[in-house]
């Protein structure tokens, strides 16, 4: 069994930034890792997503705004976003695919991944 926590939510103004994180238990080093989110209403959906090698991709509503890391050493991925907007309003939660290898890309699917987070609200005014 693999835990993810998030952290790093919160209440911003629009053109703001926040840096979530993500830690993870077991071994980490070997995940690949993604962020989505959930808003009112509304679908699940992809944001970034990083892979045991580092590589990364990003959906294009966030592109350009939002980064994804990983510190394998911590356990841990962050995003960094920047520029939010009241559109970003969401719970965003980190998943984890603990059956990646390491040739693999990252993945925007969601069935991939294996667990999943609790969630961290991020709220977005104007």
């Known amino acids: 069994q693999v835990q993810l926590v998030e952290s790093g939510g919160g209440l911003v103004q629009a053109g703001d930034s926040l840096r979530l994180s993500c830690t993870a238990s077991?071994?980490?080093?070997?995940?690949?890792m993604g962020w989505f989110r959930q808003a009112p209403g509304k679908d699940r959906e992809f944001v970034a997503a990083i892979a045991r090698s580092g590589r990364n991709i990003y959906a294009d509503t966030v592109k350009g705004r939002f980064t994804i890391s990983r510190d394998n050493a911590k356990k841990t991925i962050y995003l960094q976003t920047n520029n939010l907007q009241p559109e970003d309003t969401a719970v965003y939660y980190c998943?984890?695919?603990?059956?990646?290898?390491?040739?693999?890309?990252?993945?925007?699917?969601?069935?991939?991944?294996?667990?999943w987070g609790q969630g961290t609200q991020v709220t977005v005014s104007s």
């Open positions: 998943a984890a695919d603990v059956n990646a290898i390491l040739s693999s890309s990252p993945e925007s699917r969601d069935y991939v991944y294996d667990y």
């Open positions: 077991g071994t980490f080093s070997r995940y690949n």
